[in-house]
């Protein structure tokens, strides 16, 4: 498949104006998705796609996964109303870039503020998401705004995981400390940055918390909305006498939930990744009944309605991406190179750089304030009653708040 179109442009030129000081030992490429040849065949699979004339047990509705008239819907949307071209001239509405570091082909988001003072933030998704979740927030970050007397903007990078979308596959036993590694090189050698602020959700948490930990002369700062160490059991929060509030009582259960019932596509993503990616390879409807079910499960159940945008045409977006680039199958073996990446034992990273942390009432994972200031210097722990695991999407406006919070704690 074709993945990108690379701009015809002097690179010195496009990287002084749009980038900023670079290393000149890296070759650092304007890009922009053009994936357009591709959408005959994705749809011309989807309208050949059979699905069952009717639920093969109703009365669970969708507690065993995917919802038959959730996926049909989807389904007849893909072919009638969704509009990729739309949906890609918004991808390229921001400054996209490639580099290699050492032998990855990385694709990252880098938009720059305005303010000559803005603060450096890395921007880190996971599974099954990329940077296009974090694109609601991505331009009110870099406008300045006022946070305790003080104007805060951002210079935003968002950087693709290693094997998702247009980053290339990683090589075998590839870890989050890997990723963590080209990350940092990507934000001080390639772009320049002598420090920086970071956030993560999913596998970013994984990733930036490794920032937080092996850079910390660098990362200066660090805001999560889940910690990659072990959600407390039940019995453990009654253990240590935690008293929670009526949305942190809703996260405990959803986070209960997950672990519980939700959690065979991470055994399966994590032990036999060739069986689900090669499966789902070339059937888009396979990998959109996979996925679409996690981005409505993990989501508020207020998906939809502001300030969530997390909608249909969202859920299609992020599963035509993963189809077009051909990095289904690449992007789950993240599972499989790092099968332990929830730590049970709790340990504080060795950095006085602040940690910020976000609770949202309907995450997948659930983290009492006392447990997270065991893995770093907390100074801020936030609940929020509206939104789930896509913070981005379901409450854009509550996780450009997190992030702008983030700076007054910024030490250069």
Same mark, same amino acid.
Request: aromatic share 14%.
């Given at each position: 498949?074709?993945?990108?179109?690379?701009?015809?442009?002097?690179?010195?030129?496009?990287?002084? +104006?749009?980038?900023?000081?670079?290393?000149? !030992?890296?070759?650092?490429?304007?890009?922009?998705?053009?994936?357009?040849?591709? /959408?005959?065949?994705?749809?011309?699979?989807?309208?050949?796609?059979?699905?069952?004339?009717?639920?093969?047990?109703? %009365?669970?509705?969708?507690?065993?996964?995917?919802?038959?008239?959730? #996926?049909?819907?989807?389904?007849?949307?893909?072919? +009638?109303?969704?509009?990729?071209?739309?949906?890609?001239?918004?991808?390229?509405?921001?400054?996209?870039?490639?580099?290699?570091?050492?032998?990855? +082909?990385?694709? &990252?988001?880098?938009?720059?503020?305005?303010?000559? !003072?803005?603060?450096?933030?890395?921007?880190?998704?996971?599974?099954?998401?990329? &940077?296009?979740?974090?694109?609601?927030?991505?331009?009110?970050?870099?406008? %300045?705004?006022?946070?305790?007397?003080?104007?805060?903007?951002?210079?935003?990078? /968002?950087?693709?995981?290693?094997?998702?979308? &247009?980053?290339?596959?990683?090589?075998?036993?590839?870890?989050?400390?890997?990723?963590?590694?080209?990350?940092?090189?990507?934000?001080?050698?390639?772009?320049?940055?002598?420090?920086?602020?970071?956030?993560?959700?999913?596998?970013?948490?994984?990733?930036?918390?490794?920032?937080?930990?092996?850079?910390?002369?660098?990362?200066?700062?660090?805001?999560?909305?889940?910690?990659?160490?072990?959600?407390?059991?039940?019995?453990?929060?009654?253990?240590?006498?935690?008293?929670?509030?009526?949305?942190?009582?809703?996260?405990?259960?959803?986070?209960?939930?997950?672990?519980?019932?939700?959690?065979?596509?991470?055994? $399966?993503?994590?032990?036999?990744?060739?069986?689900?990616?090669?499966?789902?390879?070339?059937?888009?409807?396979?990998?959109?009944?996979?996925?679409?079910?996690?981005?409505?499960?993990?989501?508020?159940?207020?998906?939809?309605?502001?300030?969530?945008?997390?909608?249909?045409?969202?859920?299609?977006?992020?599963?035509? #991406?993963?189809?077009?680039?051909?990095?289904?199958?690449?992007?789950?073996?993240?599972?499989?190179? !790092?099968?332990?990446?929830?730590?049970?034992?709790?340990?504080?990273?060795?950095?006085?750089?602040?940690?910020?942390?976000?609770?949202?009432?309907?995450?997948?994972?659930?983290?009492? $304030?006392?447990? /997270?200031?065991?893995?770093?210097?907390?100074? %801020?722990? +936030?609940?929020?009653?509206?939104?789930?695991?896509?913070?981005?999407?379901? !409450?854009?406006?509550?996780?450009?708040?997190?992030?702008?919070?983030?700076?007054?704690?910024?030490?250069?």
């Amino acid at each position: 498949m074709v993945y990108f179109l690379n701009i015809a442009l002097v690179v010195s030129t496009a990287f002084t +104006t749009v980038v900023g000081a670079t290393n000149i !030992n890296f070759d650092v490429k304007p890009f922009k998705i053009d994936l357009s040849a591709e /959408v005959p065949r994705l749809k011309f699979l989807v309208n050949n796609t059979r699905l069952p004339a009717k639920a093969l047990y109703p %009365s669970i509705g969708e507690e065993e996964g995917t919802g038959l008239g959730f #996926l049909r819907d989807l389904q007849t949307q893909w072919l +009638t109303s969704f509009d990729w071209e739309a949906q890609q001239a918004e991808l390229n509405q921001f400054q996209q870039f490639t580099v290699d570091i050492e032998g990855q +082909t990385v694709h &990252f988001v880098h938009e720059k503020s305005e303010d000559p !003072n803005a603060i450096p933030l890395v921007l880190l998704h996971g599974w099954p998401g990329s &940077f296009h979740e974090f694109l609601p927030v991505i331009k009110p970050l870099t406008e %300045s705004s006022l946070v305790n007397g003080t104007n805060v903007s951002y210079n935003v990078v /968002v950087p693709g995981l290693p094997g998702f979308l &247009f980053s290339s596959p990683p090589p075998l036993n590839w870890t989050v400390a890997d990723t963590a590694r080209i990350f940092n090189t990507l934000m001080t050698d390639v772009l320049g940055y002598e420090t920086y602020a970071v956030h993560g959700t999913d596998w970013g948490c994984g990733v930036g918390y490794s920032l937080y930990s092996d850079f910390n002369s660098t990362v200066r700062a660090l805001q999560l909305v889940l910690l990659p160490f072990l959600p407390l059991s039940p019995e453990e929060i009654a253990a240590n006498n935690i008293t929670l509030t009526a949305v942190e009582e809703v996260s405990e259960q959803r986070a209960v939930a997950w672990t519980t019932s939700d959690w065979g596509y991470f055994k $399966e993503q994590s032990t036999k990744p060739n069986d689900l990616g090669l499966a789902l390879y070339d059937s888009p409807v396979g990998q959109l009944a996979w996925i679409a079910g996690k981005y409505k499960r993990w989501s508020d159940p207020r998906a939809g309605t502001p300030p969530s945008v997390l909608d249909h045409t969202a859920i299609l977006t992020a599963v035509s #991406l993963y189809y077009l680039t051909d990095s289904f199958l690449s992007s789950i073996w993240i599972y499989e190179q !790092n099968p332990n990446v929830l730590n049970p034992v709790y340990s504080k990273a060795p950095t006085d750089a602040p940690l910020l942390f976000s609770q949202y009432e309907y995450s997948i994972g659930f983290w009492p $304030e006392q447990y /997270v200031a065991k893995v770093g210097n907390l100074v %801020s722990y +936030t609940v929020h009653d509206f939104g789930g695991h896509w913070a981005g999407l379901d !409450n854009p406006p509550a996780l450009i708040g997190d992030l702008r919070a983030m700076a007054p704690y910024f030490s250069a």
